[in-house]
């Protein structure tokens, strides 16, 4: 049994994951970290309680890694979810993983549909740490969710990354940016400008 084929599988039962998972155990094959991520992925889509409980069995088990604290971190990609979040950050830290660019930006968009204003730019001010530039989606993000709530300051903050930017993805990021300028009234629009 290939359990990698448990990540792939498009079924929203666990029963059809709790049989191939029970299957392989049954002939003796001891699961390795990537089956472990296979079930966690798989358990994502149709039931993210129990891909919680894989990814801590997982965890007593092996080193975890970056890749699989992100995968974990995508199957709770939802805001009723947020709660296992401060668990995993602390189980990063036990194991000594020094979260990237990339994790920070999956917590920023988590937060921002959560509209957890104080989160997002928690984790924004991570990124910044890090020296790293921040990406354009999530640089998309944190320019509508601080347009949205009308956060002036923080949205002005971003032209400095906005102009870090490639070409193309400058130019959509400024569109978008002038979009939420214009729509705010012509009091905030001028303090955003200076």
């Not at 599988?9 to 094959?29: A, H, Q, R, V, Y």
């Not at 039931?47 to 007593?60: G, H, L, T, Y």
């Not at 993000?141 to 102009?163: A, H, P, Q, R, V």
């Not at 978008?176 to 214009?182: G, P, R």
Request: proline share 3%; aromatic share 8%; hydrophobic share 35%.
């Amino acid at each position: 049994i290939n359990a990698e084929y448990m990540g792939k599988t498009k079924t929203n039962n666990t029963d059809d994951l709790d049989k191939i998972w029970n299957e392989m155990l049954s002939k003796g094959i001891t699961p390795s970290s990537a089956d472990y991520r296979a079930l966690i992925y798989g358990y994502s889509r149709c039931a993210p309680e129990k891909a919680w409980q894989v990814f801590i069995d997982m965890s007593n088990k092996y080193q975890i890694c970056l890749f699989t604290i992100r995968a974990v971190l995508k199957s709770l990609n939802s805001p009723n979810r947020l709660q296992y979040v401060p668990e995993l950050m602390a189980m990063a830290n036990e194991h000594g993983i020094s979260l990237n660019h990339e994790i920070y930006s999956d917590l920023i968009l988590m937060y921002a549909r959560a509209g957890d204003a104080n989160k997002v730019k928690l984790y924004h001010s991570k990124i910044k740490e890090l020296n790293m530039q921040t990406n354009p989606k999530t640089l998309r993000t944190l320019i509508k969710f601080y347009g949205d709530t009308k956060d002036i300051e923080s949205l002005s903050s971003l032209n400095e990354e906005i102009e870090q930017q490639g070409d193309n993805e400058k130019s959509e990021l400024i569109l978008l940016y002038a979009d939420y300028q214009t729509s705010l009234n012509p009091i905030e629009a001028e303090q955003i400008n200076n």
